[in-house]
């Protein structure tokens, strides 16, 4: 993955999809208990090709993307933009809406 490239690309989707047949894992992954989660999560960092992290289906909702970096010595994140969380309001509300969250607790 590049910075240029959108993490929610069909493109991206696609190879993600491919990757999981290529390894001979499913959706059932993500959805599953965490031991065999946290085994590949293993078995990847400890890869001689040092993966930065990996990215994987939401199990509260698939149709997301989620990013999961492992803690490396040499790993460096360089800051894009930066959002005020009151910038960010309304995009909040609607995440939180899409999953029947609520800051406060029900109505």
Request: hydrophobic share 35%; net charge negative; with cysteine.
């Amino acid at each position: 993955m590049t910075e240029t490239e959108p993490m929610d690309s069909i493109a991206g989707r696609r190879r993600t999809m491919a990757l999981r047949r290529a390894m001979g894992t499913t959706a059932a992954l993500a959805t599953g208990p965490y031991d065999p989660c946290g085994a590949w999560a293993d078995a990847l960092f400890d890869h001689p090709e040092t993966p930065d992290g990996l990215l994987f289906s939401s199990r509260h909702n698939p149709d997301e993307t989620c990013i999961a970096l492992f803690e490396r010595k040499d790993i460096v994140l360089t800051r894009q933009r930066s959002i005020s969380l009151p910038d960010m309001l309304a995009d909040v509300g609607r995440l939180l809406d899409r999953h029947g969250k609520s800051v406060f607790g029900a109505p």
